[in-house]
Structures are given as C-alpha cells and as structure tokens.
C-alpha cells in the first residue's frame, strides 16, 4: 500500500528558531510529486511547499525548505526564522505515480510556535 | 482564493438518517475530492472523480457515495448516516496533472463538520 507516514505528532518550536517536521512515504514509483500542506485552526487547507521527485534540487519557498532524500524516501520540511503564525496542524501529502490521480495524506504533524 | 464552496459548513443528523454534502467550484478543474479529517488518521480519500460521471473510489469509500452530473458540482452522499461518519469533511479540487506548479496543486474548500447523533 502507498502509505505517508508523519512520525510526530506534535512538535514546539520557539519564536525566531528552526524546526524541522519528518515524513516519509512508500512508493514503487519512480516519478511522483510531494507537498506540504498547512492548516490553521481556521481549518483552512493551505499549501505550502511542493517537490517533484525527479529534481534533485530541494524547493524552497522563502522560510520554508524541504530536504528531499528519495533513496530514503524522506521528505523534512525546515521552517527557518520561526513565527507564531506558523501554530498549525501540517500535512505532509504525495501523489504516488503520474498515472495515478490521488493525493495521499499523512496523519498530521501538530506545531506550536512560543513566544 | 480558489473558487470552491462547500455547504453546509455544519451539520448535526441523527443515525439512520441520509446526508448529502455539496461542493461548488468555479474554476472549471477537472478533478475532485472528498476527504475526511479525523483526529490521528489525518485526511483520508473517500471518493474523487477525475470528469462528469467519472469517479473512483478512495480508501474509506464504504458507506459512502458520491455523484457528479455537472464538472462545477461533486455530491457526497451518507445514505444512512452512522455515528463512525462523524467527521470533517473537506473538498478538493485541482486541474490537469503537468509540470507547472499551477496544475500540481490541490485548493481545498472550509469543511463541513458533521456531526451524526
């Protein structure tokens, strides 16, 4: 089964620090896509980060990077400069093949931002 | 903000009951998604459908089914509602697979919060 597993359930960062969110994924495929997603507890979906699994390069978008590993089939995501409104639920989600048309979710990584 | 509505946002039934949970969208994507939000599971596929009539089942399909007679509107139907199928439940939708970010990702609706009692 194409799986996506978030191991933490709940994370806590400080204001202004790093924290990274893992994720892993299971998938016979060789191309696929990847995403981030947020939700705040306006329970709005929204998108974060994206990473096609043929570039090697890691995405990045402005604090927000991840660190693809495909061999491991890891995929972080490092949220630099921390805010308080990063506080949210976040979602780690792969579309397992390109001829597949479903978006696979994890169970949700929980993260707190202090100040 | 993507053009995508779901209604109602909230809804209390009692078992037995049929539900029927719409999702509008204006962006004329081809494809569509209904999930479900539950506490440690994260979002779960019920049922997607990739054009008008087109549609497949996800991994908690049963107990439920869904129709699409027109691409801006995709219906999910609880044809008895069960206490297990208290949930959020969130719509997506999103354009042709490609290369460019735009076609990749997934706008989703606010959710609905049913509540089965």
């Known amino acids: 089964a194409q799986t996506v597993t978030q191991s933490q359930p709940e994370m806590s960062v400080q204001e202004a620090e790093t924290v990274t969110l893992s994720c892993t994924y299971d998938t016979s495929e060789n191309n696929y896509y990847l995403f981030w997603y947020k939700q705040p507890p306006s329970r709005q979906m929204i998108l974060v980060i994206r990473q096609e699994a043929y570039k090697q390069q890691n995405a990045t978008e402005n604090r927000f990077s991840v660190n693809f590993q495909k061999a491991a089939k890891s995929f972080s995501l490092k949220i630099s400069d921390s805010q308080l409104g990063d506080t949210a639920m976040y979602f780690c989600a792969f579309r397992p093949s390109y001829n597949t048309d479903k978006l696979i979710f994890g169970t949700g990584t929980r993260l707190q931002v202090f100040p | 903000d993507a053009g995508i509505t779901q209604s109602p946002r909230h809804k209390v039934t009692e078992t037995g009951t049929p539900v029927t949970l719409r999702c509008h969208q204006t962006e004329n994507h081809r494809y569509m998604y209904w999930y479900r939000q539950d506490p440690g599971h994260g979002l779960r596929l019920i049922h997607y459908?990739?054009?008008?009539?087109d549609t497949d089942k996800g991994e908690v399909s049963d107990g439920y089914s869904v129709s699409r007679s027109k691409t801006e509107d995709f219906l999910l139907t609880l044809e008895s509602a069960t206490s297990s199928q208290t949930s959020v439940y969130f719509c997506?939708?999103?354009?042709?697979w490609g290369t460019g970010p735009l076609n990749t990702e997934a706008f989703f609706g606010q959710g609905t919060r049913l509540t089965v009692v």
């Open positions: 459908s990739y054009g008008v009539k």
């Open positions: 997506a939708i999103r354009g042709e």
